[in-house]
């Protein structure tokens, strides 16, 4: 069982940043692929953002490329979404993920299988 709390989220104006983080209970946070996801009012849940194991590879959803970067640190059992120039468009709650271990990076929600309670982000014109 792996257990994810997020944090780091607020209010923002548009074209600040916020630095969202990911903390994972248990020993397989190195074996698992991660990912954020977020969900706006009266939307589908949108894949963000996923890293690999070792962090050496990532995929970003079109709409955040340049500006948001993901990343982690396995010996801090962490994962990290740098979030800069945002949009109101942006505003969601944010969900972190986990995958299955030993699992490649996966843009669909269905294949994860660990989530966290989500953190808001509002971005304020």
């Known amino acids: 069982q792996v257990q994810l709390v997020e944090s780091g989220g607020g209010l923002v104006q548009a074209g600040g940043s916020l630095r969202l983080s990911c903390a994972a209970s248990?020993?397989?946070?190195?074996?698992?692929?991660m990912g954020w996801f977020r969900q706006a009012p009266g939307k589908e849940r949108e894949f963000v953002a996923a890293?690999?194991?070792?962090?050496?590879?990532?995929s970003y959803v079109d709409s955040v490329k340049g500006r948001f970067t993901i990343s982690r640190d396995n010996a801090k059992n962490t994962m990290y979404l740098q979030m800069n120039s945002l949009k109101p468009d942006d505003t969601a709650v944010y969900y972190c993920?986990?995958?299955?271990?030993?699992?490649?990076?996966?843009?669909?929600?269905?294949?994860?299988?660990?989530w966290g309670q989500g953190t808001q982000v509002t971005v304020s014109s």
């Open positions: 993920a986990a995958e299955p271990a030993l699992r490649g990076i996966s843009l669909s929600a269905a294949d994860y299988v660990y």
């Open positions: 248990g020993r397989t946070f190195s074996t698992r692929t």
């Open positions: 890293i690999s194991r070792s962090g050496a590879s990532t």
